[in-house]
């Protein structure tokens, strides 16, 4: 193994302390460095200073890098890497395992969320980390995770879009560090008491945000959506997946709340969502003798887990066991890499890192 620094039978060099601190010494005669300082001061004081500094040098290097790192809890320590191996056991080429945490960290959420098509599978992957997974992440990615989380609630407050859904994400969290933060002493959580707890104060003064924000109406005064014909109205609206956004764009006008009031609309909702069987079981007849497909929806919401719709997701490749974007490239060996992919929802995601 090559020797790559300074010879070590040198005698080192020599250094001074002055006011700004500790400076290598220059002979202005000569015009290069002094290797022996006990001609200019006190030798006792020479040997006490050179002795203290070789004491405390390790020690204060190693304090001041974690100053500098808690000083600047924003910043992200993790590589924004396109793709990742994902290995769930050691073998001869490779030594140890994947976990969620290390995926979390490499992989670019941080741009993902920039993304429209990728936003709603980022805040649902957040989500499902602060509900159950958010203890078996490392102090780092735990760090990421909330950099993470702010990146998006500034994105949300700029651009006045998917406000109940961040809503709702900042209250899990919420509900669960304060089960967890009780349990301090099982040492569920990384990191001191009182950093969690002023994560905490920051989630409710996000929430305050989000409570407080005024969507200002935009100042184009050209075709709106009510100008459109029904039509066209109707179709737009069945292309929402949540019966809460029905209901809201309802709100908006009086001729659209006709519109969200249409019984096809919901049983259109209701069959997508939901297998004939569900709905066989949550049957609720109208005062008419109809079936009332908007309560049917939301009772089904209750009882069965909604079907999820990304733009854009994760995809694993079988092949070569790599987890990316879907339309990244990645080294694959696989004649047909396409088919090789699989897409993965973000509950998928999580239980691929279950051992």
């Known amino acids: 193994m090559p020797f790559l620094g300074q010879d070590w039978r040198s005698p080192g060099q020599s250094w001074v302390k002055t006011a700004d601190g500790w400076k290598r010494f220059l002979d202005e005669k000569s015009g290069s460095f002094v290797s022996d300082l006990s001609s200019y001061c006190n030798k006792e004081v020479y040997n006490k200073e050179n002795l203290f500094n070789s004491l405390n040098y390790d020690v204060a290097a190693k304090k001041r890098k974690k100053d500098m790192l808690n000083s600047k809890t924003k910043t992200q320590y993790f ?31 941080s741009t993902a969320i920039l993304d429209s098509r990728r936003f709603n599978y980022v805040v649902r992957l957040l989500e499902l980390i602060a509900k159950s997974q958010l203890t078996s992440l490392s102090g780092i990615a735990q760090k990421n995770f909330m950099n993470i989380l702010e990146k998006v609630v500034l994105k949300v407050l700029e651009d006045q879009q998917n406000i109940r859904l961040i809503r709702e994400l900042l209250q899990t969290l919420y509900t669960s560090l304060c089960t967890l933060v009780q349990r301090v002493g099982k040492s569920v959580l990384v990191g001191n008491i009182n950093m969690w707890v002023y994560r905490m104060e920051t989630i409710l003064h996000w929430q305050q945000q989000l409570n407080n924000i005024q969507i200002t109406r935009p100042a184009f005064k050209g075709l709106t959506f009510t100008d459109l014909p029904l039509c066209l109205q109707l179709n737009i609206m069945q292309r929402l997946s949540d019966g809460r956004d029905l209901v809201s764009l309802g709100q908006a006008a009086p001729d659209l709340h006709v519109l969200s009031e249409d019984r096809l609309l919901w049983k259109k909702l209701c069959q997508y969502h939901f297998s004939e069987r569900q709905i066989r079981k949550r049957l609720i007849l109208s005062d008419k003798g109809q079936l009332d497909w908007k309560k049917m929806y939301f009772k089904l919401v209750r009882c069965y887990p909604r079907k999820e719709q990304y733009g854009d997701t994760l995809q694993l490749c079988k092949h070569c066991h790599i987890l990316s974007w879907k339309g990244t490239d990645h080294p694959c060996t696989a004649n047909n890499p396409e088919s090789c992919s699989v897409s993965l929802s973000p509950q998928d995601f999580i239980n691929l890192f279950k051992f």
């Open 79 to 109: 590589h924004q890497e396109k793709w990742i191996y994902v290995h769930k056991g050691s073998t001869k080429e490779r030594h140890g395992y994947c976990t969620l945490g290390e995926a979390f960290n490499r992989l670019d959420f």
